[in-house]
């Protein structure tokens, strides 16, 4: 009888666990969906809700805090890294957002047509991965700076910067990656691209060693990621 009495016990506080967690998921949907509105509302022209919604829009600013420990503006929700920029076309007034108060609350236009469903959650992906590649860029830009600064015989020719978007070979990468250690500037290998599309730079990615290679492997093109997994796990195993 103690045992059947100790299981129910047990039991029922999973339940009652579960029930908790359902009750608090809800409660701070509730209450993210509640700062949202109201923080929409008061900075509106209008009062009725859902309307006011259609006097904002999206800019296309945007602010990458490079960690985070930023808020949004609409719903009060922190932890964010990535903030977009909307703006009430009557009331003048701009916030700084997360991506999903815009999928929730703030309609986006193409061509002067408003998207929808699927299509909508399609261009905010596009413009988070246009916002995160303009990240990339600005900091690539400024490690290029302070090299121009710290090594000026190697980095002063323009060259450098009108190449990132074509991509350097893996040997300039590598040469970036050691001045920037020796010289205790940040970098990350994501900021910058490797051009696979040239045969001689393949070449000096299989020549790398294995820790090289991981420690370069943000600047590949992802399509060709599996290829080269798989070329340096083989060179481990020699």
């Known amino acids: 009888m103690k045992c059947i009495v100790t299981l129910l016990s047990a039991l029922s506080c999973g339940i009652l ?23 929409m509302l008061r900075y509106s022209s209008g009062q009725a809700w859902p309307a006011v919604m259609k006097e904002w829009s999206v800019t296309g600013g945007f602010i ?8 949004c503006e609409l719903c009060d929700n922190e932890g964010l ?23 929730k609350f703030v309609p986006v236009f193409v061509g002067g047509r408003e998207l929808l469903g699927e299509e909508k959650e399609a261009e905010v992906r596009k413009i988070m991965a246009a916002a995160r590649a303009t990240s990339r860029q600005e900091r ?41 250690k020796s010289h205790r500037i940040t970098f990350n290998s994501g900021d910058f ?8 730079v393949v070449d000096q990615i299989r020549l790398l060693e294995p ?15 599996k290829q080269f997994d798989a070329w340096f796990a083989a060179k481990r195993t020699k």
């Open 211 to 225: 820790w090289q290679y991981f420690n370069m492997r943000d600047a590949i093109p992802k399509s060709r990621h």
């Open 81 to 103: 890294r990535y903030q977009f920029q909307i703006t009430n076309v009557l009331t003048h007034y701009s916030l700084w957002v997360g991506s999903t108060c815009i999928n």
């Open 140 to 180: 690539a830009k400024s490690v290029l700076a302070q090299l121009k600064i710290k090594a000026p015989d190697r980095f002063s020719d323009p060259k450098w910067v009108a190449n990132l978007d074509v991509g350097y070979s893996a040997s300039q990468l590598k040469m970036i990656a050691v001045l920037c």
């Open 17 to 39: 666990d579960r029930i908790w967690a359902l009750f608090r998921r809800g409660w701070v949907m509730a209450s993210w969906l509640d700062k949202a509105r109201d923080n």
């Open 64 to 71: 990458d805090s490079h960690s985070i420990n930023k808020t």
């Open 193 to 200: 691209k490797i051009n696979t599309r040239k045969a001689n």
